[in-house]
């Protein structure tokens, strides 16, 4: 069983994804290849423990709680994190990935439900998105563009509508917390006339923003 680079391992209410609300633990993989400007976790990017496999299935147990996220950073810079969710769905558990968006996710066990980050423009990070992806993502999965300001907003429009995402998955649209207003984005949505979901990273406003571990 290969080992993980490990940043932390929590139980949380789960804040931006379609199991939106739900108690769920997280396991946060260290490293990330993207470098998005308004990144909340760059503590991911170096920090964290080598732990072996059974050591986080055990750590994971103790929760007493059957839906659990991989994410980081960006968990699949890991290989072991392939193995991790597949020990984890034979374990019996409900299991989401969180990632960037900028690596295949063609390997992942198709028992998990993939949560697949667009990067948009606001990131500094478009350019590293592989969309490739957009034709593999399911009804079983989640597409997620994070809104800096309009034009990021069009931009992600044209991108569901171009790649007609909301025929073949779930398309959440949130707005980066502290720079775009949720009325706005709303506003956008519904004129927009598409069924796309907003959601708001909800953890956000249950703790103190830049809380860890929760």
């Not at 991790?84 to 990935?97: H, K, N, P, Q, S």
């Amino acid at each position: 069983m290969s080992d993980l680079i490990v940043n932390e391992i929590f139980h949380s209410i789960q804040g931006e994804s379609s199991y939106m609300g739900q108690p769920c633990v997280f396991v946060r993989l260290t490293g990330c290849n993207l470098r998005c400007t308004y990144c909340d976790t760059a503590y991911a990017f170096h920090e964290g423990k080598t732990m072996p496999l059974g050591d986080i299935l055990s750590r994971v147990g103790e929760f007493r709680c059957r839906l659990v996220e991989v994410t980081g950073g960006e968990p699949l810079m890991q290989e072991g994190s392939l193995g991790l969710m597949t020990a984890l769905c034979d374990r019996g558990y409900e299991v989401l990935l969180e990632t960037g968006g900028s690596i295949d996710i063609g390997p992942v066990d198709s028992r998990v439900h993939r949560v697949v980050d667009v990067k948009c423009p606001g990131s500094a990070m478009h350019h590293k998105n592989r969309m490739e992806n957009l034709a593999l993502v399911t009804k079983h999965d989640d597409v997620k563009f994070v809104i800096s300001d309009r034009k990021d907003f069009d931009w992600s429009l044209d991108v569901v509508r171009s790649h007609r995402l909301l025929e073949r998955t779930n398309v959440l649209f949130s707005p980066v917390f502290g720079k775009v207003e949720p009325v706005s984005l709303a506003d956008w949505i519904l004129e927009s006339g598409e069924p796309i979901r907003m959601q708001l990273q909800m953890h956000k406003y249950i703790w103190e923003p830049t809380a860890r571990g929760v």
